[in-house]
């Protein structure tokens, strides 16, 4: 394998690695996530949306009265049925516009909690919109950083790239003293070969522990 292709390996299986963990580390609830969503975005929203059924109601109205012609032209002889219809379309376009604007909301907070740069995050979801209104979204769900976590010793938040805690040392990758794949702190027995972990690590425990 040369240097390069080397290179690529390595970064991809860290890349793996980090996946990994956010699945393991991360049990996100929809809801909870929709409160990162800062309530300023949330109300501007709402706020364009009046705006935008006063705006087009108005509009109606004034040509109904000008020209005795409004939209839909179908219901032409009946303004109220034409001004529910209106209110309906303009609803139904306004939800995929709050969609994509809540959603740029998220990417732009949960990056940047996530340690990542969200201005740049946030700059390429926009950019990809008009390509395909989801991609930058997808990548970005695949891309983005496990959040920190509490170390499972001292409670201590730690980043999802730290190997131990810079508090109290503890391994935050533990692996199976016999086949070297990374378990979790809670595993009894390793996953990959029934290694009894509890009984190595009381063994370690005990050996170095000071007397
Ligand atoms: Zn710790
Ligand atoms: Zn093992």
Request: aromatic content about 12%; some cysteine.
């Amino acid at each position: 394998m040369s240097d390069y292709q080397q290179k690529v390996a390595g970064s991809f299986n860290e890349r793996m690695q980090l996946i990994r963990l956010r699945r393991k580390k991360e049990n996100l609830r929809f809801w909870q996530e929709f409160r990162i969503i800062p309530n300023g975005v949330i109300w501007t929203v709402v706020v364009l949306f009046l705006i935008a059924q006063g705006i087009a109601f108005s509009v109606n109205r004034w040509n109904a009265v000008h020209y005795g012609s409004f939209f839909p032209y179908e219901l032409q002889d009946n303004f109220p049925l034409a001004s529910v219809a209106l209110a309906g379309i303009i609803t139904a376009i306004s939800l995929v516009f709050a969609t994509i604007i809540l959603w740029i909301a998220y990417v732009n907070r949960d990056a940047k909690r996530r340690g990542m740069n969200s201005a740049l995050w946030t700059l390429l979801v926009i950019i990809l919109l008009p390509a395909s209104t989801f991609i930058g979204f997808l990548i970005y769900f695949l891309m983005r950083e496990p959040l920190p976590y509490p170390c499972p010793q001292c409670g201590k938040t730690v980043g999802a790239r730290f190997n131990f805690c810079p508090n109290c040392k503890c391994n935050l990758h533990p692996s199976c003293p016999n086949c070297k794949q990374e378990v979790v702190e809670t595993d009894k027995f390793c996953p990959y070969c029934a290694t009894d972990l509890k009984s190595v690590a009381q063994e370690t425990e005990a050996l170095t522990a000071p007397k």
